[in-house]
């Protein structure tokens, strides 16, 4: 039958487009990307709490420390959100 998937390749390809998804966020959060990419691919909605995840750590780019108080804020925030002091770089 040209032109037809077949349901289970389908759902192959969703799951590994999940913990591929899984793992860049992971990356980005400073958590174990292997992890997080299988636990994606095999429990899809686990990527709903990992967007809305806490980073663990400083991830150059994405997430540092405040000066300040050593709370993770977004790279270019300009203000700390947790004590408000003005960031330098
Ligand atoms: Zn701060």
Redesign the pocket.
Known sequence: MPGYVKPAFFLFLVLLAAGIAGGFMAADRGRRVAVWCLLCALLPPLLLPLYFARPLREVEGVFKK?S????L?KWHAPV?K??K?GQTA
């Open positions: 405040c300040k108080c050593g709370e804020i700390c947790y004590c002091s």
